[in-house]
């Protein structure tokens, strides 16, 4: 009797496991979703999961839910059709219903040269790449709509007739994507920095970020460092940094969970100097003095989205100083801020 019991637990939990991963949870919270099916007797529940993964995953970083038809009361915003061929899931043509553009798509995709999760990340990438292609229709007749004279007749223009360089296509297909509701993001990074005065400094900043669209963001924050113990032959010198810090970005590429950005920051804040002088001689930092810095740097940073919620970010910048303060003795720069300075960070973000 126990045995049966065992038996039978085990088959329940096996069942929800197998009904748990066919079944992965809707995203309500996102304002507009794309519905996905699968068609065909011969996809295997594990690879069909794993294919909804991938899917959802990329469009979670253009904040489209992925569902089930009809698993949302909003209508979807395009329907996509996976249908694998009768005993081969190797080939699947890919259908896409898109009424945003009154287009039904379809791309016949053969995957007979990878693995299970490769197969589930080439269906991730041709169904974004088939979304973008036609949902670039709306944004190369709204633009051509934009630049219109007032006083021409306003008829649609033909997409084909247009020449745009490769760049540009790529920008405007981003635009067409739905704009969502601009979402605020907290924002904690620890970072190093060097100067050209030879003096680092470590500490952190906490920052708010807000997203101006699909591919920009503003950051807006506080940070605090500390001027790392500098030993001279003269004295010891020591630094504290406080400043308010400004920063736009731009995502430069995306690839599945990992994205590339660049952009400017500029900053101001307090630097306070103290220390202590060698022998009798305290005209080196027998006092405490600070001043006001400012700086402008450029950016980039490496992005991992962990979620729908949290990120994780490796930053690098390089700068210079727009007004410095600096710890003189006898005509030699002992620390302080000015001239070049570089840095790097490890930023964790999440939506607020």
Same mark, same amino acid.
């Given at each position: ?7 039978? +637990?085990?088959? $329940? ?7 748990? $991963? ?25 690879? #069909? ?8 995953? =990329?469009?979670? @970083? ?33 259908? /896409?219903?898109? %009424? ?26 041709? +169904?974004?790449? &088939? ?6 229709? $709306?944004?190369?007749?709204?633009? #051509? ?8 007749? #306003? ?14 296509? +790529? ?5 067409? @994507? ?9 924002? !904690?990074? %620890? ?10 400094? @470590? ?24 001027? @790392? ?8 010198? #020591? ?13 430069? !590429? ?85 001239? &070049?300075?570089? =840095?790097?960070? /490890? ?6």
């Amino acid at each position: 009797m126990r045995r049966q019991l065992t038996l039978a +637990t085990l088959l $329940l939990v096996g069942l929800a496991w197998s009904a748990g $991963l066919t079944a992965a949870p809707c995203q309500p919270q996102l304002p507009h979703h794309i519905a996905l099916r699968f068609e065909g007797t011969s996809w295997d529940p594990s690879e #069909q999961a794993l294919t909804r993964e991938q899917i959802r995953a =990329g469009f979670s @970083l253009i904040r489209l839910a992925l569902c089930s038809p009809g698993e949302r009361a909003d209508s979807p915003l395009a329907t996509v059709v996976l249908r694998a061929d009768e005993g081969d899931q190797t080939r699947v043509t890919l259908v /896409l219903d898109d %009424p945003l553009t009154s287009k039904r798509v379809e791309r016949n995709v053969e995957l007979s040269r990878y693995d299970s999760a490769g197969r589930a990340l080439v269906l991730s990438v041709v +169904t974004e790449e &088939l979304m973008r292609a036609s949902w670039a229709e $709306l944004a190369l007749v709204r633009d #051509q709509r934009d630049a219109q004279q007032p006083e021409q007749p #306003q008829r649609p223009p033909s997409p084909t007739k247009l020449a745009v360089p490769p760049p540009e296509v +790529t920008a405007i297909v981003d635009r067409s @994507l739905p704009t969502p509701p601009r979402r605020l993001a907290l924002r !904690l990074s %620890p970072n190093v920095e060097l100067h050209a005065t030879s003096q680092r400094y @470590l500490g952190g900043a906490l920052g708010l970020v807000f997203d101006a669209g699909a591919s920009q963001r503003w950051t807006f924050g506080v940070s605090a460092q500390s001027g @790392l113990a500098k030993r001279t032959s003269e004295g010891e010198l #020591q630094s504290n940094l406080a400043a308010v810090t400004a920063a736009w970005q731009y995502r430069l !590429l995306r690839a599945g969970r990992w994205s590339l950005d660049g952009g400017v920051g500029v900053s101001g804040g307090l630097l306070t100097l103290a220390g202590s002088a060698n022998g009798s001689d305290q005209r080196l930092l027998g006092r405490e003095a600070s001043g006001l810095v400012a700086a402008g740097r450029g950016q980039t940073a490496v992005e991992l989205a962990l979620s729908e919620r949290w990120s994780l970010a490796t930053e690098l910048w390089l700068g210079h100083s727009l007004l410095a303060e600096r710890a003189r003795y006898n005509g030699r720069t002992l620390g302080g801020t000015g001239g &070049l300075f570089g =840095g790097a960070g /490890l930023a964790l973000q999440g939506a607020l």
